[in-house]
DNA sequence: GTACGTTATGTAAATTTTTACATATACTAG
DNA sequence: CTAGTATATGTAAAAATTTACATAACGTAC
């Protein structure tokens, strides 16, 4: 199994989906930790089925065209469980900005300011995006949140995990630009 | 030209190196924002030699093996500096961990608490030696940190990045450990 | 009625990355 | 003297990912 068809149980596990869907799914919800193109989302929808993971319907609609909705098996959702705590192995960090970084020294320092406060922008973006999540996930699903049984309890954790990163990518950019213009 | 080839010229860009050390440099200095197998650096070499972005001799030596030392071409430097101030387009982020956290509603709390605990004890490691770094560089290199012009300010940048990620990562690790424990 | 956007599903080709295969020198520890 | 480790450089195959190709139904705006 691959760490995609993980990604992929994952959220079938809480719902069914289309592959349509689930491509959807991977830019946005688990877009902060995972992603896929459609291209490989159809495949291996295919090969999770071949092996028993996942079953699907043709659903006939009348104002779009027919879907085959997804559905997790026993089989697919023990192997998801199992994995959960299973450990994963360290993946290397690529990140070009922080590349980009590393050699800023031979650039215009101005022209990179601008390059890292535009970044800067983005990832504050982002932040503000999930810190509006997070107001309405406190308000809407209150109770969820301490139970550790419940999937909301894990959209949580892994918003928490997306504010963190966001917020302290956004202050790295803001130190560098500042740093680069000479402000202390 | 690929990422992969600028990551190896920002290196050059500061120090003839050979393959072999380029490699080693993959997985300490640079590698927490970047980083490569010696299989896909040889060739990776070999391509940017073949482009004039790069030079080699061959260094013979006694004690080991000869080794062929690269050096970055003028053509190479202007290619490195033009790079940095272009906007990186964004990638996704992958962390399978973050993915793990998704799923965990349906593991037992205590042994993924284990698992999370684990993994913020590996980041904490981690931020423990980079800020060993931070000391050191502190106090041998404290003139240059403020000289955006300097490869020594642009590495310091770069650790920043990796202190502000690994402090984040962790306390994100021991918060998720101690919710699946039900502590608040 | 036609151009565009969304929904919907696929395949093909190219690129990137990882894992495995392959070889060779020289030092060190047992 | 032999096994292991570090240095040193490559190629081959497999896997993962991205980009491009390809089609089709249906609704809306012009």
Not at 14 to 24: H, V
Not at 98 to 114: G, M, N
Not at 169 to 181: G, H, K, N, T
Request: proline share 4%; hydrophobic share 35%.
């Amino acid at each position: 199994m691959t760490t995609l068809g993980y990604a992929i149980l994952g959220l079938l596990s809480r719902e069914t989906l289309s592959g349509y869907d689930l491509t959807r799914r991977m830019g946005e919800q688990v877009g902060y930790f995972w992603s896929a193109r459609h291209s490989q989302v159809y495949p291996e929808l295919a090969r999770l089925e071949a092996e028993g993971y996942v079953t699907h319907s043709v659903v006939e609609q009348r104002e779009r065209p027919d879907k085959k909705v997804y559905e997790i098996t026993g089989t697919g959702l023990a192997a998801l469980r199992e994995w959960v705590t299973e450990p994963a192995r360290p993946r290397p960090t690529r990140d070009e900005l922080v590349l980009k970084a590393y050699s800023v020294w031979l650039a215009d320092p101005a022209e990179a300011a601008r390059l890292f406060r535009e970044a800067a922008s983005r990832h504050e973006g982002q932040l503000e995006r999930y810190e509006e999540i997070e107001g309405w996930m406190k308000r809407e699903w209150a109770e969820d949140l301490g139970r550790p049984g419940s999937p909301r309890f894990a959209s949580y954790a892994t918003l928490r995990r997306g504010l963190g990163y966001e917020r302290e990518y956004a202050a790295w950019c803001r130190w560098l630009a500042d740093a680069l213009e000479g402000i202390r």
